[in-house]
């Protein structure tokens, strides 16, 4: 098959080929010839129009070898087109056949496993025969195991009517031997018991009385011709006088131990008691001078922080008087806090009666206050010019200015404000430089201010 394919495609492309080399060699022959014929020819206009019509013909020669080019080319890509179908071609046919190898190989797999089965479906043919020769056999096996089952089960039956009738006769024998047993040993328990009693009271007239039991008579001044005393009489006497004995209680052998014990632990507790009453008198001694040192320390503390609560307090507002008062003068260590203040222009009244402008800037004395008697490390301020109008933040951030160039304290403030913002040293922000991505900030107001002097100098200039 391939080589039909083949044949066609190569005689075309043979056949194309020696069209276009016989194309071309006439077209050469011609060239020749017009070139001769052109040298051979004298100048004039004769033999331009002549030379004009050659060169269109050889430009129409030129054009018909660029189109048998062309299909020269457009055969020679169909032959290698068709030549890579017949390489696929082949690939196939390779491809065919190891499948008919693959199927063979199958198929004679197939026949053996078809030989298989055909044997056993032979020896299967044969089994019908051998399981019915099988089955009448055991069904006459199973018809003597039944007469013989039958046989069992009368002999069975007549043993179990005669264990039955000897089941009654033992169960008879068992019951008549068990009252006797139960006989017995209600009597031997019997006489056990009076001997145990007997022997109770030996033990009970040998502890109380100590004496024989034959000498009891004569201890109780019974002889063997008066009549016995009443029974009851004799009991309810015996009871009254174990309750009268049990009344004075036993006797403790351990008495003279036991209140030596009690003295030596009454003198060791004794002991205790007292340096506990040293110890706690000691305590209330140390506590009552912890508390007045404490009442002497805070009255001091006290009468610094007033002082120094009047002076931030005229200073922040610019006038005004305030004053701290202890709600308890009697015990300072009990007593509440009440600040009371007069801003320029008001009366004095209660820190609760000021506006929230005041209120604020009235705090803020009061923290700086503390904050001069007992300087802290670090100061933060959150929002504590939110509610002052401009005047008020100045004065605030003066102070501020003055707390911090002490050198004692450092202020971290927390602000908005613009006038603030505009007297610290250092700024910090956070910004947010695109969607979900925070960045901190820090500008040092200082050395923007140090860079910023000398081009001012130089502009004066």
């Known amino acids: 098959m391939l080589d039909v394919l ?37 100048d004039g206009e004769d033999q331009r129009r002549a030379v004009g019509e050659i060169r269109s013909a050889l430009a129409e020669a030129r054009s018909g070898l660029g189109a048998r080019q062309s299909a020269l080319e457009r055969l020679q890509r169909e032959a290698g087109g068709r030549r890579g179908r017949l390489r696929a071609i082949e690939s196939e046919v390779q491809g065919w056949d190891s499948r008919a190898r693959g199927s063979a190989d199958r198929l004679a797999e197939l026949e053996a496993r078809l030989e298989e089965n055909r044997a056993t479906l032979l020896e299967l043919d044969a089994r019908p025969a051998e399981i019915a020769a099988r089955r009448e056999t055991l069904i006459g096996q199973i018809d003597e195991a039944e007469r013989r089952r039958r046989m069992a089960a009368d002999a069975l039956a007549v043993g179990e009517q005669r264990q039955e009738a000897a089941d009654r006769a033992l169960r008879a024998a068992e019951s008549a031997l068990a009252e006797a047993r139960e006989t017995r040993v209600r009597g031997e328990a019997a006489v056990v018991a009076a001997q145990t009693a007997v022997e109770g009271l030996r033990t009970r007239i040998a502890e109380r009385l100590d004496c024989a039991p034959e000498a009891v008579a004569g201890l109780a001044g019974l002889t063997p011709e008066a009549p016995l005393p009443d029974q009851e009489d004799t009991a309810r006497r015996l009871d009254r006088l174990n309750r009268e004995r049990e009344g004075m209680g036993p006797v403790n052998l351990r008495a003279e131990v036991e209140i ?18 040293a110890a706690i008198a000691k305590l209330r001694q140390g506590i ?45 260590l009990e007593a509440g806090l009440e600040i009371f203040a007069s801003p320029p222009g008001k009366k004095l009244q209660h820190l609760s009666l000021l506006s929230g402008g005041e209120q604020a800037l009235t705090a803020s004395a009061l923290i700086f206050a503390v904050f001069l008697t007992n300087p802290a490390p670090i100061c933060v301020l959150d929002e504590v010019d939110a509610p002052l109008d401009d005047a008020n933040v100045d004065r605030l951030c003066t102070l501020l200015v003055e707390l911090a160039e002490g050198g004692r304290t450092r ?30 900030v820090s500008v040092d107001l200082e050395q923007a201010i140090r860079h910023a002097q000398p081009h001012q100098q130089e502009l004066a200039i």
């Not at 009047?310 to 005004?320: A, N, Q, S």
């Open 411 to 440: 202020f971290l403030i927390i602000t908005h404000h613009r006038m603030t913002m505009a007297r610290v040293n250092r700024l910090y922000g956070v910004t947010m430089i695109e969607r979900g991505v925070s960045q901190l």
């Open 260 to 277: 030596v014990e009690i003295e030596s632990q009454h003198t060791r507790l004794s002991a205790e008691k007292e340096d506990l009453t």
């Open 6 to 42: 083949l044949i066609p495609v190569l005689i075309l492309a043979a056949l194309g080929c020696l069209y276009l080399a016989a194309d071309r060699a006439d077209s050469m022959r011609e060239r020749e010839e017009v070139a001769a014929e052109i040298a051979a020819l004298p």
């Open 288 to 332: 009552n001078s912890l508390n007045r040192e404490a009442r002497e320390r805070l009255v001091a503390s006290f009468d610094i922080v007033d002082g120094h609560f009047r002076t931030l307090f005229t200073r922040l507002f610019g006038g005004g008087k305030a004053q701290l008062s202890l709600t308890d003068t009697e015990d300072p």
